[in-house]
């Protein structure tokens, strides 16, 4: 499902203009992208939390030229989904 297939199912449900929807769906995106690029994470009870996970600095191979490279320690986003999201996917 693409953004805008989100946007139009909800402007569906709710009669709102796909206008209105699609600036508060990008209002959404754009809150959960600071608070994350702030290192604060975002719970949504019932849905899930978006989070972010910090890797740490590990050594890797590149095969092509057989040798041996680091990669830097770095923060990922990540979503964990609540267990009742989980529950209703698995039916």
Excluded at 31 to 59: C, M, W
Excluded at 70 to 81: D, G, M, S, V, W
Aim: no cysteine; charged share 25%; net charge positive.
């Amino acid at each position: 499902m693409t953004k805008a297939e989100i946007v139009d199912a909800i402007a569906k449900a709710t009669s709102v203009e796909k206008i209105t929807v699609q600036t508060v769906v990008e209002a959404f995106m754009e809150t959960v992208e600071n608070a994350l690029a702030e290192n604060e994470p975002v719970y949504l009870r019932g849905f899930g939390s978006f989070i972010i996970k910090h890797r740490a600095e590990k050594a890797a191979r590149n095969i092509t030229k057989n040798t041996t490279i680091t990669i830097p320690e770095h923060n990922i986003p990540a979503f964990k989904p609540a267990k009742v999201f989980i529950a209703k996917v698995k039916k």
